[in-house]
């Protein structure tokens, strides 16, 4: 079935260090490649997403790249503050693109000591 | 504050029992999105409605339904609960019927003994 794998299960980066979170997706067409953050006690929340069309998409400390041919995308950080401290998820529009259907990673624990 | 609420925040039931969580959508917001969250399984998506309609369905039990109202709130609604139903359940919104741009509320937790 489709799946999203994630890597890695979690990160520890020193204040003002990068930090790089892969995903690979299964299935071909997907389309659209959203990124969350979750804070303890709250939902998910959009950080930042990319489209198939997109190989590389910034908004200020935070970019995304695709490669479509090797089914993989990227979460970086630059910069890293101890408020990005979080579980990140990945995830990929599924059933043959269906945006509506998000295809979710297993998330990582990103810690970023002061 | 992503303008999605949920209520409950906690709920805790027996096994057996029936029980509705509840989402109201960001003003403007025609979609509604339903999703579980527990341990071993991460975050899946159940089912989404856009303007009253059943628009796409994920992994989502028999036991389990959900609609949306003309006011666009939505509902959840679980039924004969088994332990293994023990999870965090959000709701998020968009103003599209294609996926994009989702905002989550914050979520209810469900505790079934």
């Known amino acids: 079935g489709e799946n999203v794998e994630q890597h890695p299960s979690t990160l520890s980066v020193q204040e003002g260090d990068s930090a790089v979170i892969k995903c690979t997706y299964s299935?071909?067409?997907?389309?659209?490649f959203p990124w969350y953050k979750q804070e303890l006690g709250k939902g998910p929340q959009l950080i930042i997403d990319i489209r198939s069309n997109v190989g590389e998409k910034k908004d200020q400390r935070i970019a995304v790249t695709l490669n479509k041919t090797a089914k993989h995308f990227s979460l970086h950080i630059t910069e890293t503050q101890p408020e990005d401290s979080a579980v990140y998820f990945c995830a990929a529009s599924g059933d043959g693109g269906a945006t509506n259907k998000l295809i979710f990673g297993t998330g990582t624990l990103l810690a970023v000591q002061p | 504050d992503s303008g999605v609420t949920q209520t409950p925040k906690h709920l805790i039931t027996a096994t057996g029992q029936r029980v509705t969580l509840r989402c109201s959508p960001r003003s403007g917001d025609l979609s509604v999105y339903w999703y579980q969250q527990s341990l071993d399984q991460g975050l899946q998506f159940l089912i989404q409605y856009y303007n009253g309609e059943e628009r796409a369905k994920g992994n989502i039990l028999e036991r389990f339904s959900a609609q949306q109202f003309p006011d666009l709130h939505s509902e959840l609604n679980l039924s004969s609960l088994e332990l293994g139903d023990s999870a965090l359940y959000f709701c998020?919104?968009?103003?599209?019927?294609?996926?994009?741009?989702?905002?989550f509320g914050p979520g209810t937790r469900l505790t079934v003994l």
């Open positions: 299935d071909s067409a997907s389309n659209y």
């Open positions: 998020a919104s968009s103003p599209y019927d294609r996926g994009d741009e989702q905002f």
